[in-house]
C-alpha cells in the first residue's frame, strides 16, 4: 500500500508542477523512446503502477512527444481506479487523475478531443459513485464537435442519463438531431435505434410538448423548421391525427415554400378528404420540381373526385416520367371503375347495368394487367382488385356477346356519354 501511494503522489506532483507546453529541448529523443517503451511495456502487460511512472515522465518532459501517450496513460489510472484491494481514498484519487489525464490529451492532441470527451463521459458514467452532471457534461462536449465518428450507443446512454435526471427536453433534443445527422449520413440502422430510445423515454406527445414549449420562444428559423417537422411525422405516422399534422405543416409552409412541404400538405388533405385542397398543394409542388410522385397523386384525388379523364391524364404525366410505374395504370383502371359506378347510380343502380357499362371493365382488366406486368410488386393488390370484379359478376357475359353479334377476338370501342372520355379499344376473350 504503501508503494502505490507513493506512486500516486509523485503522478499528482508531476501533474500540479507540468508547465512545459512542447517537449524540453533537454531531453534527448533516445531517452524520451526509452521511457515510451518502458510505459508500452508495462501497461501492455498490465502493470499499471509502473507504466504509470513512466508514463508520468513523458507527460513533464516531452507531453507532445507520442499522441498515444494520453489515452494509454488514462487507461492505466483509471484501471488502478478500479482496483478492488485498493482504498476508496485510493482509488477516487487514481480516477481524479485519469480525468486530468484526459485533459492533458484533449490539450496536447486536439484532433482526439473529441473521443477523449466521450471517453471522460463514459468514465463518470460508470465509476463507483461516478458524477451523472459530469458524464452527460463531457458528452455534449464531444457531440458538440460534431456526431462523426461517434458511436452511437454513446448518444444514446447520454439521453438515458438525461432521462433519469428528467431532461427529457434535452433528452428529445441530443436524440432528434443525432437522428438527423445519422438520416443525412446513410445509417439507418443506428437512426431507428435512436428512434426506439426516444420513444421509450417519451412519449409522441410529451415530445410535440417539449417542441411547442421550444417553439414558443425560438427565433432560428432553422430550428423552428426541425421542430415543426418532427411534430408534423410525429402527428402523421404516431398519432394519426390528420388535422394537426395538417396544421403544423400549413405552419412550416410560412417559413419555407418547397416542393416537399408543399407535397405533404397535400398528403395530409387528402387524407382529411379534402381532395380539391389536395390537388392545389400538389400544382404548387409540381411548380417547383416535376415529380412523379406528385401527378400520381393528382390523378388519386381526381378518382375520388369523380374526374376520370383529368386522373387518366395526370396518371399519363406520371408514365411519361417513369415507364415502369405500374400504379399510373392501377389509378387508371380506378379511373374507369368509378365512372361505371357513378354512371350506373345515375341511371338508377347496379340493376340497370347496360352492357356499355359492362365493356369498360374489359378496359379496367387491361389496365390493371398492365400495371402488375410493368411493377410485379403489385400483383397482390392488382389480383384482388381483378377476383373482385369476376366474383361481382361485372363482366359482359356470352348471352350478352351473342345478342351484340361479338366474337372471340373481335375489337370493341368504349362508347356511351359517360365513358366516352376513356378513348379505349378491348377485345371479346376467348370462350
Known amino acids: 500500500m504503501k508503494r502505490l501511494i507513493l506512486t500516486l503522489l509523485s503522478g499528482l506532483a508531476a501533474l500540479t508542477t507540468l508547465t512545459a507546453q512542447t517537449t524540453d529541448p533537454g531531453v534527448n529523443t533516445s531517452l524520451i523512446n526509452r521511457n515510451w517503451s518502458l510505459f508500452f511495456e508495462y501497461h501492455k502487460n498490465k502493470d499499471f503502477i509502473s507504466s504509470v511512472k513512466y508514463g508520468m515522465w513523458l507527460v513533464k518532459n516531452a507531453p507532445d512527444a507520442k499522441k498515444t501517450l494520453w489515452a494509454k496513460l488514462n487507461e492505466s489510472y483509471y484501471s488502478l481506479a478500479n482496483d478492488s484491494t485498493l482504498a476508496p481514498e485510493v482509488k477516487a484519487a487514481y480516477f481524479d487523475t485519469s480525468m486530468y489525464i484526459l485533459n492533458l490529451g484533449i490539450k496536447y492532441t486536439p484532433d482526439k478531443a473529441k473521443s477523449f470527451y466521450v471517453i471522460k463521459g463514459y468514465n463518470f458514467e460508470t465509476f463507483p459513485g461516478g458524477n451523472s452532471d459530469s458524464a452527460i457534461g463531457n458528452y455534449l462536449a464531444a457531440f458538440k464537435l460534431g456526431f462523426q465518428d461517434v458511436d452511437y450507443r454513446f448518444i444514446v446512454r447520454c439521453g438515458q442519463l438525461m432521462a433519469k435526471k428528467e431532461q427529457i427536453g434535452d ?3 441530443l436524440y432528434s438531431s443525432a437522428k438527423d445527422f445519422m438520416d443525412a449520413n446513410g445509417q439507418a440502422d443506428a437512426s431507428a435505434f435512436l428512434v426506439n430510445e ?7 406527445e410529451q415530445i410535440i410538448d ?3 414549449k421550444t417553439l414558443a420562444i425560438e427565433t432560428s ?3 423552428k423548421l426541425k421542430l415543426r417537422w418532427q411534430n408534423f411525422k410525429l402527428y402523421l405516422n404516431q398519432l394519426k ?4 399534422a395538417l396544421a403544423e405543416v400549413l405552419e412550416i409552409l410560412k417559413l419555407e415554400q418547397t416542393s416537399y412541404a408543399y407535397r405533404m400538405a397535400g398528403q395530409s388533405y387528402y387524407n382529411l378528404g379534402k381532395y380539391s385542397n389536395a390537388v392545389e398543394m400538389y400544382q404548387k409542388s409540381l411548380k417547383l420540381e ?13 378518382v375520388n373526385l369523380d374526374r376520370g379523364q383529368s386522373a387518366k391524364e395526370f396518371a399519363y404525366k406520371a408514365l411519361k416520367l417513369d415507364k415502369g410505374l405500374g400504379r399510373a395504370y392501377l389509378v387508371i383502371g380506378q379511373a374507369y371503375e368509378a365512372a361505371v359506378s357513378s354512371c350506373v347510380s345515375q341511371k338508377g343502380g347496379w340493376a340497370e347495368i347496360k352492357f356499355d357499362d359492362k365493356v369498360v371493365y374489359l378496359a379496367v382488366l387491361d389496365m390493371y394487367q398492365k400495371a402488375k406486368a410493368v411493377e410485379p410488386a403489385l400483383t397482390g393488390e392488382v389480383n384482388q382488385r381483378i377476383n373482385s370484379i369476376y366474383s361481382s359478376n361485372l363482366l359482359p357475359t356470352k348471352s350478352d356477346y351473342f345478342f351484340k353479334k361479338k366474337k372471340s377476338g373481335d375489337k370493341i370501342q368504349v362508347k356511351g356519354n359517360c365513358y366516352n372520355w376513356i378513348g379505349e379499344t378491348v377485345t371479346v376473350p376467348s370462350f
Open 171 to 173: 433528452a428529445i433534443d
Open 241 to 244: 391525427e390528420d388535422d394537426k
Open 198 to 204: 426516444l420513444n421509450g423515454i417519451a412519449s409522441p
Open 221 to 223: 428559423t432553422e430550428k
Open 290 to 302: 416535376e415529380s412523379k410522385e406528385d401527378y400520381l397523386n393528382i390523378a388519386q384525388c381526381y
Open 210 to 212: 417539449v417542441n411547442n
